[in-house]
């Protein structure tokens, strides 16, 4: 993916003024391009020793983990525009059973790391698992990990959600905006989201399909299923085409896990 046609125009401008491609490529690092799309507008204007960074590699690294994690069960539902997978049966019924009850213990409304005026762009209730003293959140926040083939200093905090009926999460992206405030606020520390693992707890609901329009995917929930896709390209530039849909619940309640992995680890 290109740079934006703004930010373009902005490396063009400072390199005819003079300024050098070393000074701007800490400035576009910072606003949450990745290397790739930097390289390809500052191009030879970069000095020799900065025409590589070892970036490349952890985002091709990041890209192949859970394919070389020796994952059983792990089958691809699309792999072109986007890397998104499901395992199914990752979590047994009872241990679907036990996050639920879990989760219905001390919900808050869910937030939104992106900013919109629509009052029901979210309207589901999050569950902050990770406050609970309960052995099996340390177990599966460990099976995750190991299935994305990841280390878990890359993750946040594992999370439940509870979708009422008429409850949505409109069509957005996991990954924090480039260039926005967004992306300033919550990649400040740790960095950009990179894969994305989310968990059915149940199937008894209507609706509340996870559609991802730009890849013609629809998916149903099913108790125990997980869902994981990568929000970045190999090369570690965001991937719209992960742009997904939690569709309202028509009837009963939906339950899922997620978990969001970034590109930097906890210290
Ligand atoms: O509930 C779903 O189907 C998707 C949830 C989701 O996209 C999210 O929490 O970021
Ligand atoms: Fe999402």
Redo the contacts with the bound molecule.
């Keep these: 993916m290109a740079l934006p046609v703004k930010w373009h125009q902005w490396v063009l401008d400072n390199l005819m003024r003079g300024v050098s491609a070393s000074t701007l490529l800490p400035i576009l690092l910072e606003n949450g391009f990745a290397f790739e799309q930097c390289r390809r507008v500052l191009g030879r204007h970069l000095p020799e020793s900065e025409r590589h960074l070892k970036d490349a590699v952890f985002y091709r690294k990041l890209a192949e983990a859970p394919l070389r994690a020796g994952n059983v069960g792990l089958e691809a539902l699309e792999s072109e525009k986007a890397q998104l997978f499901r395992i199914q049966q990752f979590l047994s019924a009872d241990e679907c059973q036990h996050l639920m009850r879990l989760t219905e213990h001390k919900l808050r409304p ?1 937030e939104l790391a992106s900013t919109t005026s629509d009052r029901y762009f979210r309207t ?1 209730s999050t569950g902050d698992l990770e406050n609970y003293d309960d052995p099996f959140i340390g177990e599966l926040n460990q099976r995750i990990a190991q299935t994305l083939g990841l280390d878990h200093s890359y993750g946040e905090p594992i ?1 439940a ?1 509870r ?1 009422l009926q008429g409850q949505q ?1 409109k069509a ?1 992206t ?1 990954y924090f905006e480039p260039a926005t405030d967004e992306y300033a606020h919550h990649a400040k520390q740790r960095g950009q989201r990179s894969w ?1 693992l ?1 968990i ?1 707890l149940n199937q008894d609901c209507g609706g ?3 559609e991802f329009p730009r890849l013609s995917l629809s ?1 149903v ?1 099913l108790q125990g299923m997980a869902l994981l896709w990568n929000n970045l390209d190999a090369d570690g530039v965001v991937n719209g085409n992960t742009l ?1 849909h ?1 569709h309202p619940v028509s009837d009963g309640r ?1 339950y ?1 896990i ?1 978990k969001w992995f970034r590109d930097q680890a906890y210290e």
């Design positions: 869910s589901s999370q959600q979708y999460f957005h996991d994305t989310m059915y509340g399909e996870t998916v929930p997904h939690a939906k899922v997620t």
